[in-house]
Protein backbone atom coordinates (compact mmCIF):
# COMPACT_ATOMS: atom_id res chain seq x y z
CA UNK A 1 0.00 0.00 0.00
CA UNK A 2 1.34 3.95 -0.95
CA UNK A 3 1.87 5.69 1.84
CA UNK A 4 -0.33 8.91 1.89
CA UNK A 5 1.29 12.18 0.78
CA UNK A 6 1.78 14.90 3.52
CA UNK A 7 -1.00 17.52 3.02
CA UNK A 8 0.93 20.78 1.30
CA UNK A 9 2.59 22.98 4.05
CA UNK A 10 3.68 26.20 3.76
CA UNK A 11 6.52 28.92 6.18
CA UNK A 12 4.86 32.45 6.17
CA UNK A 13 8.65 34.22 6.45
CA UNK A 14 8.48 38.14 7.28
CA UNK A 15 11.65 39.69 6.38
CA UNK A 16 13.32 43.03 6.48
CA UNK A 17 17.01 43.99 6.11
CA UNK A 18 17.74 40.18 6.13
CA UNK A 19 20.30 40.00 3.44
CA UNK A 20 22.72 38.00 5.56
CA UNK A 21 20.50 35.02 6.66
CA UNK A 22 18.04 35.29 4.38
CA UNK A 23 19.94 32.35 1.65
CA UNK A 24 20.87 30.16 4.38
CA UNK A 25 17.69 29.86 6.06
CA UNK A 26 15.74 29.20 3.02
CA UNK A 27 18.05 26.75 2.31
CA UNK A 28 17.31 24.93 5.10
CA UNK A 29 13.71 25.57 5.40
CA UNK A 30 13.63 23.35 2.32
CA UNK A 31 15.80 20.83 3.13
CA UNK A 32 13.45 19.82 5.58
CA UNK A 33 10.44 18.29 3.70
CA UNK A 34 9.57 18.14 0.06
CA UNK A 35 6.12 19.02 0.80
CA UNK A 36 7.31 22.33 2.42
CA UNK A 37 7.28 25.63 0.76
CA UNK A 38 8.11 28.91 1.85
CA UNK A 39 6.17 32.37 0.97
CA UNK A 40 8.48 35.31 1.72
CA UNK A 41 7.50 38.46 2.91
CA UNK A 42 9.40 41.32 2.24
CA UNK A 43 8.36 45.15 3.47
CA UNK A 44 10.83 46.84 1.01
CA UNK A 45 14.08 46.01 2.55
CA UNK A 46 16.67 48.96 1.98
CA UNK A 47 19.62 46.17 1.91
CA UNK A 48 17.83 44.09 -1.30
CA UNK A 49 16.37 40.80 0.27
CA UNK A 50 14.00 40.97 -1.69
CA UNK A 51 15.52 41.30 -4.93
CA UNK A 52 17.63 38.28 -3.28
CA UNK A 53 14.96 36.20 -2.84
CA UNK A 54 13.66 37.19 -6.19
CA UNK A 55 17.14 35.33 -8.11
CA UNK A 56 16.61 32.71 -5.64
CA UNK A 57 12.99 32.01 -6.61
CA UNK A 58 13.55 32.03 -10.38
CA UNK A 59 15.36 28.48 -9.70
CA UNK A 60 13.04 27.04 -6.99
CA UNK A 61 8.97 26.07 -7.67
CA UNK A 62 8.87 25.79 -4.12
CA UNK A 63 10.14 29.68 -2.97
CA UNK A 64 7.72 32.41 -3.49
CA UNK A 65 7.83 36.03 -2.63
CA UNK A 66 5.39 38.39 -1.65
CA UNK A 67 6.28 42.34 -1.89
CA UNK A 68 4.93 45.04 -0.13
CA UNK A 69 6.15 48.95 -0.80
CA UNK A 70 6.77 49.58 3.24
CA UNK A 71 7.76 48.55 6.30
CA UNK A 72 4.50 47.79 7.94
CA UNK A 73 4.63 45.55 10.65
CA UNK A 74 5.21 41.95 11.67
CA UNK A 75 1.44 41.51 12.18
CA UNK A 76 0.42 42.67 8.91
CA UNK A 77 3.06 40.19 7.26
CA UNK A 78 1.69 37.36 8.89
CA UNK A 79 -1.67 38.00 7.83
CA UNK A 80 -1.07 39.18 4.55
CA UNK A 81 1.13 35.33 4.10
CA UNK A 82 -1.74 33.37 5.29
CA UNK A 83 -4.26 34.74 3.10
CA UNK A 84 -1.78 34.38 0.28
CA UNK A 85 -1.89 30.51 1.63
CA UNK A 86 -5.70 30.47 2.06
CA UNK A 87 -6.01 31.32 -1.69
CA UNK A 88 -4.00 28.11 -2.29
CA UNK A 89 -3.57 24.62 -1.53
CA UNK A 90 -1.91 24.65 1.87
CA UNK A 91 -3.35 22.27 4.93
CA UNK A 92 -0.57 23.67 6.80
CA UNK A 93 0.40 27.01 7.80
CA UNK A 94 3.87 28.38 9.40
CA UNK A 95 5.01 31.71 11.22
CA UNK A 96 8.75 32.09 11.89
CA UNK A 97 11.41 34.66 12.11
CA UNK A 98 13.90 35.15 9.53
CA UNK A 99 17.30 35.17 11.59
CA UNK A 100 18.14 31.74 12.92
CA UNK A 101 16.30 32.39 16.16
CA UNK A 102 13.78 29.52 15.31
CA UNK A 103 15.52 26.48 14.48
CA UNK A 104 13.77 25.18 10.51
CA UNK A 105 14.91 21.50 12.46
CA UNK A 106 11.65 21.86 14.47
CA UNK A 107 9.17 22.52 11.72
CA UNK A 108 8.17 18.95 11.49
CA UNK A 109 7.76 18.64 15.23
CA UNK A 110 5.68 21.55 15.00
CA UNK A 111 3.55 20.21 12.14
CA UNK A 112 3.38 16.64 13.70
CA UNK A 113 1.28 17.12 16.49
CA UNK A 114 -1.03 19.08 13.99
CA UNK A 115 -0.71 15.60 11.90
CA UNK A 116 -1.59 13.21 14.46
CA UNK A 117 -4.34 14.87 15.57
CA UNK A 118 -3.60 16.05 18.42
CA UNK A 119 -3.79 19.41 18.19
CA UNK A 120 -5.05 22.36 15.80
CA UNK A 121 -2.62 24.81 16.08
CA UNK A 122 1.20 24.19 17.82
CA UNK A 123 3.27 27.07 19.41
CA UNK A 124 6.91 26.79 19.99
CA UNK A 125 7.21 27.26 23.59
CA UNK A 126 10.45 28.27 25.41
CA UNK A 127 8.85 28.30 28.83
CA UNK A 128 7.97 24.90 28.94
CA UNK A 129 10.17 21.57 30.02
CA UNK A 130 12.52 20.90 27.55
CA UNK A 131 12.19 24.81 26.11
CA UNK A 132 14.43 27.72 26.65
CA UNK A 133 16.85 30.55 25.58
CA UNK A 134 20.37 31.32 24.52
CA UNK A 135 22.71 34.23 24.69
CA UNK A 136 19.46 36.06 26.27
CA UNK A 137 20.40 38.56 28.85
CA UNK A 138 18.40 38.81 32.11
CA UNK A 139 16.71 41.89 30.94
CA UNK A 140 15.34 40.05 27.62
CA UNK A 141 14.15 37.04 29.31
CA UNK A 142 12.30 38.67 32.22
CA UNK A 143 10.65 41.17 29.55
CA UNK A 144 9.77 37.81 27.50
CA UNK A 145 8.37 35.70 29.91
CA UNK A 146 7.09 38.57 32.51
CA UNK A 147 4.96 39.34 29.13
CA UNK A 148 3.88 35.98 28.79
CA UNK A 149 3.02 35.47 32.40
CA UNK A 150 1.14 38.91 32.29
CA UNK A 151 -0.69 37.92 28.90
CA UNK A 152 -1.68 34.67 30.95
CA UNK A 153 -2.82 35.99 33.89
CA UNK A 154 -4.93 38.68 32.12
CA UNK A 155 -6.77 36.70 29.26
CA UNK A 156 -6.83 33.76 31.26
CA UNK A 157 -4.95 31.46 28.99
CA UNK A 158 -3.84 27.83 29.89
CA UNK A 159 -0.26 28.26 27.69
CA UNK A 160 2.87 29.61 29.24
CA UNK A 161 4.36 31.15 26.08
CA UNK A 162 2.18 33.98 24.37
CA UNK A 163 4.32 36.04 22.46
CA UNK A 164 6.44 32.92 20.51
CA UNK A 165 6.25 33.68 16.96
CA UNK A 166 7.11 30.01 16.20
CA UNK A 167 3.92 28.33 15.19
CA UNK A 168 1.85 25.94 13.44
CA UNK A 169 -1.77 26.09 12.26
CA UNK A 170 -4.15 24.24 10.46
CA UNK A 171 -6.20 25.63 7.55
CA UNK A 172 -9.40 25.32 9.25
CA UNK A 173 -7.94 27.11 11.80
CA UNK A 174 -7.28 30.66 9.75
CA UNK A 175 -10.25 30.00 7.97
CA UNK A 176 -12.07 30.02 11.19
CA UNK A 177 -10.63 33.14 12.81
CA UNK A 178 -11.64 36.15 10.49
CA UNK A 179 -7.99 37.21 9.66
CA UNK A 180 -8.75 40.75 8.31
CA UNK A 181 -10.14 42.32 11.67
CA UNK A 182 -6.35 41.35 13.20
CA UNK A 183 -4.67 44.72 13.66
CA UNK A 184 -2.13 43.69 15.98
CA UNK A 185 1.63 43.81 15.51
CA UNK A 186 4.98 41.99 17.27
CA UNK A 187 4.08 40.65 20.30
CA UNK A 188 0.58 41.68 20.39
CA UNK A 189 0.10 40.22 17.31
CA UNK A 190 1.41 36.83 18.71
CA UNK A 191 -1.13 36.80 21.85
CA UNK A 192 -4.09 37.73 20.15
CA UNK A 193 -3.60 35.03 17.45
CA UNK A 194 -3.50 32.83 20.78
CA UNK A 195 -6.64 34.59 22.25
CA UNK A 196 -8.48 33.79 19.56
CA UNK A 197 -7.58 30.08 19.06
CA UNK A 198 -8.89 29.66 22.79
CA UNK A 199 -12.04 32.03 22.38
CA UNK A 200 -12.97 29.57 19.36
CA UNK A 201 -12.04 26.41 21.11
CA UNK A 202 -9.03 24.90 19.18
CA UNK A 203 -6.97 22.69 20.35
CA UNK A 204 -3.26 24.16 20.51
CA UNK A 205 0.22 22.11 21.51
CA UNK A 206 3.14 24.08 23.25
CA UNK A 207 5.97 22.14 21.84
CA UNK A 208 9.53 22.76 23.37
CA UNK A 209 11.93 24.69 21.44
CA UNK A 210 15.21 26.73 22.37
CA UNK A 211 15.20 30.07 20.85
CA UNK A 212 19.18 31.45 19.79
CA UNK A 213 19.08 34.90 19.68
CA UNK A 214 19.84 35.89 15.82
CA UNK A 215 23.33 34.85 14.14
CA UNK A 216 23.38 38.80 12.38
CA UNK A 217 22.00 41.94 12.01
CA UNK A 218 19.83 43.89 14.58
CA UNK A 219 16.83 42.97 16.77
CA UNK A 220 14.06 44.74 15.44
CA UNK A 221 12.43 44.76 19.12
CA UNK A 222 11.98 48.21 20.78
CA UNK A 223 9.82 49.73 23.62
CA UNK A 224 6.75 50.63 21.56
CA UNK A 225 5.93 46.68 20.64
CA UNK A 226 6.42 45.83 24.46
CA UNK A 227 3.95 49.05 25.59
CA UNK A 228 1.71 47.93 21.96
CA UNK A 229 1.56 44.26 23.73
CA UNK A 230 0.25 45.17 27.04
CA UNK A 231 -2.21 47.90 26.04
CA UNK A 232 -3.84 45.21 23.55
CA UNK A 233 -4.07 42.60 26.20
CA UNK A 234 -5.94 45.26 28.24
CA UNK A 235 -8.29 45.63 25.11
CA UNK A 236 -8.88 42.17 24.63
CA UNK A 237 -9.87 41.46 28.26
CA UNK A 238 -12.09 44.41 27.78
CA UNK A 239 -13.77 43.45 25.12
CA UNK A 240 -14.70 40.41 26.51
CA UNK A 241 -15.85 41.65 30.03
CA UNK A 242 -17.77 44.30 28.12
CA UNK A 243 -19.95 41.21 25.70
CA UNK A 244 -17.93 40.81 23.00
CA UNK A 245 -16.46 37.40 22.38
CA UNK A 246 -16.20 34.41 24.68
CA UNK A 247 -15.01 30.82 24.70
CA UNK A 248 -16.88 28.34 23.00
CA UNK A 249 -16.66 24.69 21.70
CA UNK A 250 -14.29 23.82 18.98
CA UNK A 251 -15.84 24.26 15.30
CA UNK A 252 -17.01 20.86 14.57
CA UNK A 253 -14.93 18.48 12.57
CA UNK A 254 -15.14 14.59 12.16
CA UNK A 255 -13.45 12.80 14.92
CA UNK A 256 -12.51 16.05 16.92
CA UNK A 257 -11.90 15.79 20.24
CA UNK A 258 -12.71 18.06 23.59
CA UNK A 259 -10.94 21.34 22.95
CA UNK A 260 -8.05 21.62 25.24
CA UNK A 261 -4.22 23.10 25.79
CA UNK A 262 -0.84 20.73 25.88
CA UNK A 263 2.45 20.43 25.69
CA UNK A 264 4.22 18.48 23.57
CA UNK A 265 7.63 17.15 23.98
Not at 104 to 121: H, I, Q, T, Y
Not at 232 to 237: G, T
Not at 255 to 260: E, L, V
Request: with cysteine; proline share 5%; net charge positive.
Amino acid sequence: MTAAKPAKSLVVLPTYNERENIEPMLSAILAQSADIDVLVVDDNSPDGTGQIVDDLARAEPRLHVLHRSEKRGLGTAYIGGFCWALERDYEYIFEMDADFSHDPADLLRLRGVLLSGEADASVGSRWVAGGGTRNWSFLRTFISRGGSVYARTILRIPVRDLTSGFKCFSRRVLEHLDLQTVHSNGYAFQVEMNYRCYLNGFRVAEVPIVFVDRRVGKSKMGSHIVTEAMLVVLRLRLQTLLGGPRRHSRPSAAGGAPAKYSRTP
